[in-house]
Structure formats: C-alpha cells, structure tokens
C-alpha cells in the first residue's frame, strides 16, 4: 500500500488484520510498549517502528510477509495433517506452471462429482 506521496507503508493493512482478529488497537498498543495513539495513527498511512515488525506479525498470527506484501508466502511442503494422496496431488499441482495450474482447476472445476463412484 503506497502513501499520497508514494511511500510504502503497512499500517491499515496491521490494523486491518488486528481488527479481524478481534485484536484492539489498545491492546496491540500495550502488548508493543507503544502509546495507542501512535497505533492509531498507522490508519494514515504511516508505519510502525521497523523494530516492531516481527513482533507485530507474531501477535498477529501472520508472517512479516504477510504485512508487507498483503501476501502469505507459498511453501512447498504441505500442511502436515492431509493425507498422502492429498499431500500427493498438492505438490505435483504445486509443482505445475501457470497455464496447467489453471487447465487443472478449469477440469476439476467442471467435474460433475455426483457422477463419480
């Protein structure tokens, strides 16, 4: 997210997550050591201290990835409770290019699965 003048900043996405976490921003405020004032003040597009990032994402439940960009970063490695054939398919389907990940869910997505037995 850019500011009005072209800096980048994290601050609504922060608050953003907090709020749909049920995370006040007084309560974010006590657990970082900071005024809630200046937690409040990331709705206008400014940032938190650098040094409080990774404690943000912690308190949070989500990577600095995530703040930064807006996205969760994609891993190889399954989650650990699917089964092999689940695990199986997802990292081959992981391990496609744009164009076959979309030819598969273009398939899978039309799969009439009633009619499968």
Same mark, same amino acid.
């Given at each position: 997210?850019?500011?009005k003048?072209?800096? @980048?900043?994290i601050g609504?996405?922060?608050? +953003? /997550? $907090? %709020?749909a976490k049920?995370i006040?921003?007084?309560t974010? $405020?006590?657990?970082?050591?900071l005024?809630q004032?200046?937690?409040?003040?990331?709705? %206008?597009?400014?940032?938190?201290p650098?040094?409080?990032i #990774?404690?943000i994402?912690?308190?949070?439940?989500?990577?600095?990835? *995530?703040?930064? /960009?807006?996205? &969760?970063?994609?891993t190889? #490695?399954?989650p650990?409770?699917l089964?092999g054939?689940?695990? %199986?398919l997802?990292?081959? *389907?992981?391990g496609?290019? +744009?164009?076959? %990940?979309?030819?598969v869910?273009? *398939?899978?997505?039309?799969? &009439? @699965?009633?009619?499968?037995?």
């Open positions: 997210m850019k500011s003048e072209g800096h @980048f900043v609504p996405r922060i608050l +953003d /997550t $907090a %709020k049920k006040s921003q007084e974010l $405020a006590k657990k970082l050591k005024g004032s200046a937690v409040s003040a990331w709705r %206008k597009m400014s940032n938190p650098i040094d409080k #990774e404690q994402a912690k308190i949070l439940g989500v990577s600095v990835e *995530y703040l930064v /960009t807006g996205c &969760e970063p994609v190889k #490695e399954p650990k409770n089964a054939d689940e695990r %199986k997802l990292l081959m *389907y992981r496609l290019n +744009d164009s076959n %990940k979309q030819k869910l273009d *398939y899978v997505l039309n799969v &009439e @699965f009633d009619t499968i037995k």
